[in-house]
């Protein structure tokens, strides 16, 4: 059965990178409430983002485990306070907290990445209610696990995709043309959310995508800034692209239809 994640949305899907920082815009980050909402001004529906937890314990949305890129301040962002972190991001578009940002956006779907331990069951009881419109996912397949179960504890059902480790063995698999192995380990999937290449090493294949297909997954490609690029990709099949330019990635897909 097709998690609601992915019902009545156009394919391909354009999944907005950190959200959308234009162009032409003054004093707004990545992962910001400003470039969420310009993510969805820009015409996706889906939001791309991750997850960390503040000194209160408060889930964040933020990339980076400190705040020495996006704000030149070094400190881990797991040693700051919720309301002082609101005040640093007061002029960069607004600190986005999970709960905030699932009651603000009610009609986005969001693509959440658990980067820290500590915010992983947070996330599945934050998302628990809202898992129709959610897509939890991590590098670490153990805090995926662990945000999944929090969830699942609370009645929700978020949609997934494959962690490394779920990966790995998936294009070991592939690789050993053993695509009834590959399906064993797709199971309970919903997605592939995968680079072109790895240091070099080719990831995305034909045969993966017809091996995820096979298996009701989808494959989405990150993170895909060129137009031209991005239809390359979704005449290759390829599901969805993540990209830092939203509104480039619904241009070309409104061109492509």
Same mark, same amino acid.
């Given at each position: 059965?097709?998690?609601?994640?992915? $019902?009545?949305?156009?394919?391909?899907?354009?999944?907005?990178?950190?959200?959308?920082?234009?162009?032409?815009?003054?004093?707004?980050?990545?992962?910001?409430?400003?470039?969420?909402?310009?993510?969805?001004?820009?015409?996706?529906?889906?939001?791309?983002?991750?997850?960390?937890?503040?000194?209160?314990?408060?889930?964040?949305?933020?990339?980076?485990?400190?705040?020495?890129?996006?704000?030149?301040?070094?400190?881990?962002? !797991?040693?700051?306070?919720?309301?002082?972190?609101?005040?640093?991001?007061?002029?960069?578009?607004?600190?986005?907290?999970?709960?905030?940002?699932?009651?603000?956006?009610?009609?986005?779907?969001?693509? $959440?990445?658990?980067?820290?331990?500590?915010?992983?069951? @947070?996330?599945?009881?934050?998302?628990?209610?809202?898992?129709?419109?959610?897509?939890?996912?991590?590098?670490?397949? @153990?805090?995926?696990?662990?945000?999944?179960?929090?969830?699942? !504890?609370?009645?929700?059902?978020?949609?997934?995709?494959?962690?490394?480790?779920? $990966? !790995?063995?998936?294009?070991?698999?592939?690789?050993?043309?053993?695509?009834?192995?590959?399906?064993?380990?797709?199971?309970?999937?919903? !997605?592939?959310?995968?680079?072109?290449?790895?240091?070099?090493?080719?990831?995305?294949?034909?045969?993966?995508?017809?091996?995820?297909?096979?298996?009701?997954?989808?494959?989405?490609?990150?993170?895909?800034?060129?137009?031209?690029?991005?239809?390359?990709?979704?005449?290759?099949?390829?599901?969805?692209?993540?990209?830092?330019?939203?509104?480039?990635?619904?241009?070309?897909?409104?061109?492509?239809?």
């Amino acid at each position: 059965m097709t998690h609601p994640w992915f $019902l009545g949305e156009e394919v391909p899907r354009v999944l907005a990178h950190r959200g959308f920082v234009p162009l032409d815009s003054e004093n707004v980050v990545e992962n910001s409430v400003a470039a969420l909402a310009a993510a969805r001004a820009a015409g996706t529906v889906y939001l791309e983002s991750d997850c960390h937890v503040t000194a209160d314990g408060d889930v964040v949305l933020f990339h980076d485990d400190d705040l020495r890129r996006v704000t030149g301040d070094p400190r881990p962002i !797991a040693t700051v306070r919720t309301r002082e972190l609101a005040d640093i991001m007061s002029t960069r578009g607004g600190l986005a907290t999970l709960p905030d940002v699932l009651h603000a956006f009610p009609d986005a779907r969001f693509n $959440l990445d658990v980067k820290a331990d500590a915010a992983a069951a @947070a996330v599945g009881t934050l998302t628990a209610r809202e898992s129709h419109r959610v897509l939890l996912t991590s590098f670490s397949d @153990a805090r995926r696990d662990i945000a999944l179960a929090a969830s699942r !504890a609370r009645g929700g059902e978020p949609a997934t995709s494959a962690g490394t480790r779920t $990966l !790995a063995r998936v294009l070991a698999a592939v690789t050993a043309r053993l695509p009834r192995l590959a399906a064993r380990h797709l199971s309970g999937v919903d !997605a592939l959310q995968i680079p072109e290449r790895h240091r070099g090493i080719r990831v995305l294949s034909r045969r993966l995508i017809d091996v995820a297909h096979s298996a009701g997954v989808e494959v989405h490609v990150w993170t895909v800034n060129d137009p031209e690029r991005m239809r390359r990709l979704w005449e290759t099949g390829v599901d969805g692209v993540v990209t830092d330019r939203a509104d480039i990635g619904v241009a070309a897909r409104a061109a492509r239809l």
